[in-house]
């Protein structure tokens, strides 16, 4: 299911099955973001202070000079 803005905009399958999803985000988001490198609209080798992101009080200092091909398989990146 895929749903945008509050609105099913697909969905597949049994939608009312419950599947464990525990490790899915992280190669979700690597997916998402290969679509913004291979286009050029990401540069992995700037930092997430360099793009801008902004990230939760509890990420280090360090943790935003982290460049973002290092972030996106980290488990807690």
């Known amino acids: ?11 597949w ?3 009312t ?3 464990k999803l525990s490790s ?4 979700l988001v690597s997916a ?3 679509i913004y490198v291979q286009e050029g609209r990401v540069d992995l080798s700037k930092t997430l202070e ?7 009080r509890v990420f280090r200092r360090l943790q935003l000079l982290r460049v973002i091909h290092r972030v996106l398989p980290d488990p807690e990146g």
């Open 1 to 11: 299911m895929i749903v945008d803005k509050g609105q099913v905009v697909a969905q």
């Open 13 to 15: 399958g049994d939608v």
């Open 17 to 19: 099955k419950r599947v």
């Open 24 to 27: 899915m985000r992280k190669s």
């Open 32 to 34: 998402l973001y290969g």
């Open 50 to 56: 360099q793009l801008n992101i902004e990230a939760p």
